[in-house]
């Protein structure tokens, strides 16, 4: 056996993405002695392999969609993706990044080590030949992809493999019809991939938003060349002499070129693997209490998505961050509010959701009217060729307050953020419709969706 080199901290943060950012940083500056642990290059999902990197990819196919719609009204010559420079832009952006970060760390007095970690006590965290211990141990292991276990898996890659494409080839299929699968889908067909299909196993995809705006999406998108099949799920998958096959539960098959698996992620929870540190937890991760502390040993708190919580958003596991840290220095007394977050789903155009949809409100039976409709023949849809769009907008009869709020157009990423504020902080529709917005904005728009 090896020898051990033992060391003891405050406090153990495992994991280095943006909850474990702001979980360390107020740990540190409280004047705790902090080590953190990670595997995986510093940074985390959201800097290094999701949010941050992907906007590249969108933003370059949100150009293009722009230049395509506006074709003949103001726009003459196709533009088209330079995908290595793509890739060359988002590479300068992560180039340096982990290194700069464990530097950054170091400097701030942090104490880092590389490599898996493994819970062999319940104050005690193992990695490789180093033993650490604290009084507190935060886990902020974040979330892995889901996998389906298939004949022919090998042939099947995850979104990280897209991300990273050296080229695109001619024929690409996405399994999974949510956020990710739709997102990639939409950067391949702006690309220039010529056949991109998302096969989905049910008959909704994107079943966490407002269904009246997914339609709008999966029009957008069967518009932009996308075949979306839905109630298929693929059984194995063979290599032939073309390229690949995937051989459906409904009897057809699907030849393709690359294959991205989408259906989801999972809790990483392999930090539990050696079932020594006495933190209860299921497939939906660790089971923690209102104060992100776990609910079986109250040395451990788990931030983000390796929680047992209800979102797996990058706000939403920096806030648990916070509330996590503050309760470890001052006694458990402050606790994460999940009302009123807002999402976005970075399609073409792209969705911003908040609160309740039509089908949640109706199950509370709450009191509520909607306001609907598509923004296709305002100006702010017409000067810039946007033919498919929607909005609803749920309002509370009694107070007059917005429950939800869904959207289907150009940013409405960025205009959502707007009903999220004024849900957080009770803002009227009349209030919303009676403000002298900035004009022409997509903002100043609002007006007209509460009237």
């Known amino acids: ?92 952006f992560l180039e340096g990044r982990s290194e700069g970060e464990v530097n ?3 400097e701030a007095g942090v104490a880092t080590f590389h490599g898996h970690a493994s819970m062999t006590g319940e104050t005690e965290v193992t990695v490789g030949d180093d033993r650490l211990n604290a009084a507190h141990i935060i886990l902020a292991t974040g979330a892995t992809p889901r996998r389906a276990d298939i004949p022919g898996l090998e042939n099947i890659h995850d979104s990280e493999h897209f991300l990273n494409l050296p080229e695109l080839p001619k024929r690409i299929t996405f399994i999974g019809g949510g956020y990710i699968s739709f997102e990639f889908a939409h950067v391949a067909i702006h690309a220039g991939v010529e056949e991109v299909t998302i096969l989905h196993r049910s008959a909704q995809p994107l079943k966490a938003f407002d269904a009246d705006i997914v339609d709008v999406v999966l029009a957008a998108s069967r518009a932009h060349g996308i075949k979306v099949i839905i109630n298929e799920s693929p059984l194995a998958v063979e290599r032939t002499e073309t390229g690949l096959c995937i051989q459906g539960s409904s009897g057809d098959s699907y030849e393709t070129d690359l294959i991205i698996e989408a259906t989801g992620r999972v809790p990483n929870i392999s930090v539990l693997a050696a079932n020594q540190g006495a933190v209860d937890h299921s497939p939906k991760g660790v089971t923690v209490n209102e104060f ?18 209800p979102y797996m958003l990058a706000t ?124 022409p904005t997509l903002t100043s728009d609002l007006k007209y969706m509460v009237k």
């Open 292 to 309: 992100m502390q776990s609910v079986s040993n109250p040395k451990v708190y788990a931030i983000g998505d390796c929680a047992a919580t």
């Open 104 to 106: 950054d760390w170091k």
């Open 316 to 439: 939403v596991a920096d806030e648990e961050g916070k509330v996590a840290a503050q309760n470890i220095l001052h006694g458990n007394t402050k606790t994460v509010d999940y009302e009123g977050i807002p999402s976005a789903v970075f399609t073409i155009p792209s969705i911003g959701s908040v609160g309740l949809t039509e089908s949640q409100a109706k199950a509370k039976g709450l009191d509520f009217r909607v306001n609907k409709g598509t923004t296709k023949n305002w100006p702010s849809s017409k000067r810039i060729g946007e033919l498919h769009s929607g909005y609803k907008v749920l309002i509370d009869n009694q107070t007059n307050t917005i429950i939800g709020a869904h959207l289907a157009r150009h940013h409405s990423s960025e205009v959502i953020n707007v009903f999220a504020l004024a849900m957080k902080h009770g803002i009227t529709a009349s209030a919303l419709g009676d403000f002298m917005w900035a004009y």
């Open 1 to 92: 056996m090896p020898r051990m080199n033992d060391h003891s901290f405050d406090a153990i943060v495992v994991g280095s993405g943006t909850s474990a950012y702001y979980a360390i940083s107020t740990l540190n500056d409280a004047g705790k002695k902090v080590a953190m642990v990670d595997e995986r290059p510093y940074g985390g999902t959201c800097a290094l392999r999701g949010c941050q990197p992907k906007k590249y990819l969108v933003c370059n196919a949100e150009t293009i969609a722009s230049t395509r719609d506006l074709q003949s009204r103001g726009i003459d010559g196709q533009v088209t993706t330079n995908w290595k420079a793509l890739q060359s832009l988002k590479g300068a």
